[in-house]
């Protein structure tokens, strides 16, 4: 049984979307159902039709008018669609608000630069750019028409992971009509030119940027007047461009308006050109090689894809002058436009048919459709610039991608972009009821993912938190996993009692320790689906040496000199923690490094640290960098969990200085020195535990290359697990 979409789009189109929609849905008649709903009956409308294409037109007064909506989602239910695909901004908004009615995967294409789609209007560019974000944000999926066009999603916050890279296709097998030159010139009072035609086919809006190519012209005809240039479109700077083209006198220069006959244009012309400031990848080009016409175009979005040395030429943005020696060029060699344009035409048919384009969307569609069975809900403390947390969603995610690429998942997060910016996945505000709970209504499980959550030593409020939301998970029937829990300790009764009921209600739990499985037993939990497993930051790699180097070149830090690492975090008695540090600085010829976990808290205590041969990282660095930073130590002095486990990955020697049980419990699986507690730490007994750590180093690095291996393999479990009660 083939897969109902149905494509939303505004029906106002006249260029790339129109061709888009056709190449798009002819391509797909072999793998899917497809149906196009418009909004506005115009030339869209009958030339779908004309296709064969199986488009319906549902009556939008005007972009707010919101009766649509009743009727879409009458028309999906009747026909039981599988996936909804919006094109444009028009179709965006009223699929954000068709998304409340149907429960369906929502995808869209990205054709343009949203940011630029209502440049030339101001107030369309307030209303019409703003509406078009919000909506956007709340689609599930996204496909780009360029690689350049996804990064730039990326870098605004989209998630990378579900936003999918598509290069238009084209129609190559279709004939296509067109009228003699001659004729089509005449139909505009043109005389046959002595010299070239170039044209180009483009709206006359500033993002197009015409006037580049009137200022080339001009310079072009110093040299070559006998030449010819064309421009089809209409659009808002219409009037400024005729104003410059009669000014100049630039009497070789022709404005045809919107053409219907757009092959006859390519065919009337030598050269395509295109100087938009921001480009996706436009059909103009496309048809325009189908006639084997070679391209002149900026360098823009994916273009370069398409336009390389043996099919045209690319200039940048604005540069007229570079722009009107490629013109010249191409007029004293006027032999090379029959090599690129059947170069041209034949790349075309290789790598950018619409057959090629309509496998590629239906694969996509496959995998949606996949994704949107196997939702996931992950929560940790992520989203707080605490780098062992980070840490921990990095290697949950990398995991689980592992194992089923087809997994959906989401986050909960205090810095929703800012984790789907670094970690290319869906994120929510932890701190939004609504955002929870959406999340957790249209997740498949939930996973309450890594680090020590439940324990109320940092305060009350933070594990009556974490507890609501497996309450709301119970409520809402929801499988529930604690994936590599450490736990405790949880000195409030009330608080025990509450932890206790909710720990036995979870499907499974996985612990990254010992102490931790005793604590439940302590607590009373009654659960026969608990396994001890690892910290799932074991799986994660640290980076090369060369980046390294590179590291501590920007930092300043030299090379070629052998260091110890010091990492702290704030704590109750701060001043005799670094008392004790200063005195082992002053004490030893040794070199520091201190490293800062939790950059916006760590950097503090860090900076109080005063001694010679010291050096600080400044900046923010991902896992990989600070396991790489860690793997270049001799040994390391850390107070965080997460920087005895870098450490541990790395295979560096440690000396703990514990706050916590958790520390004390690293360090004993790790088979290490005990830690020194920071409560009553004096310079001596660092000094003297230091010394002892140096003196038995080999034993220590032959101890971690053992154990750190097999908690790396252990680790590897907590994924394995995880699925087969997903899929259990």
Known sequence: ?????????????????????????????????????????????????????????????????????????????????????????????????????????FVTTIHSDYELDFKDTFYKKIIFTNVNKFALKRFDYYISVSDTFKEMMVSRGFPADRNFVVYNGIDTEKERDFIPREDFLNNFSIDLPKGLIFGISARLDQVKDHMTFLRAVEVANKDFPGNT??????????????????????????????????????NAIDVNVLTSLSESFPYALLEGGLLKKPIISTEVGGIPKLVDEDTGFLFQPGDFKRLSEIIIHISKNKEIINKLGNNLREKIEEK???????????????????????????????????????????????????????????????????????????????FSPLDVYKGMKLSDIFLFGGGTLLQDRT????????????????????????????????????????????????????????????????????NKNVKVTQDPVFTIEGTDKARVEEIFRNEKIPTNVRLTGISLRPWDN????????????????????????????????????????????????????????MGSLDFLIGMRLHSLIYAAIARTPMLGLSYDPKVDGLLKDLEMKPAIGVDGIEGRILINEYEDLKARAGEFRDTLSRNAEEKIQTARENGRLFYDYLKG
């Open 229 to 266: 240039y064309l421009i089809a479109g209409e659009g808002h700077e219409s009037e400024n461009l005729r104003a410059y083209v009669k000014e100049k006198d630039l009497k070789n220069v022709y404005f045809i308006g919107y053409t219907t006959d757009i092959f006859s244009f390519y």
């Open 1 to 105: 049984m083939k897969l109902k979409v149905l494509n939303l789009i505004s029906g106002g189109d006249t260029g790339g979307a129109k061709t888009h929609i056709i190449a798009l849905s002819k391509g797909l008649a072999e793998f899917v159902d497809t149906k196009v709903v418009c909004f506005i009956k115009d030339t869209f409308y009958e030339d779908l039709k004309a296709e064969g294409i199986n488009i319906e037109y549902f009556e939008q007064k005007s972009r707010f008018d919101l009766s649509v909506i009743k009727k879409l989602e009458e028309e999906v239910k009747k026909e039981k669609y599988d996936l909804i695909h919006s094109h444009g901004a028009r179709a965006n908004f009223v699929s954000l608000l068709l998304k409340r009615r149907v429960d369906l995967p």
């Open 352 to 430: 950018f048919s619409n057959r090629a384009m309509a496998l590629s969307h239906y694969r996509i569609y496959e995998k949606i459709l996949k994704e949107s069975k196997n939702k996931v809900l992950i929560l940790g403390y992520y989203g707080f610039d605490n780098s062992g947390d980070d840490a921990i969603l990095e290697a949950i995610t990398t995991e689980l991608k592992k194992i089923d690429e087809d997994l959906s998942l989401t986050v909960l997060s205090k810095s929703p972009s800012a984790t789907e910016r670094d970690y290319g996945i869906r994120a929510l505000n932890r």
């Open 459 to 526: 305060s009350t409020r933070s594990i009556r938190y974490y507890l609501a939301t497996l309450k709301l998970a119970d409520k809402l029937n929801k499988k529930t996993m604690a994936y590599a829990n450490g736990m405790g300790p949880i000195d409030g009764e009330k608080n025990r009692r509450l932890t206790r009921k909710a720990l036995e209600k979870i499907g499974l739990i996985t612990l990254r320790d010992q102490d931790s499985y005793d604590f439940l037993k302590d607590l009373g939990v009654e």
């Open 574 to 629: 701060d001043q005799a923690t670094i008392g004790a540090i200063e005195e082992l600085i002053e004490k030893t010829a040794d070199s520091f490094l201190l490293i800062p976990m939790h950059q916006a808290d760590d950097i503090k205590i860090l900076e109080r640290i005063r001694g010679d041969r010291v050096y600080l990282l400044k900046n923010e660095y991902d896992v990989r960098d600070l396991i790489g930073i």
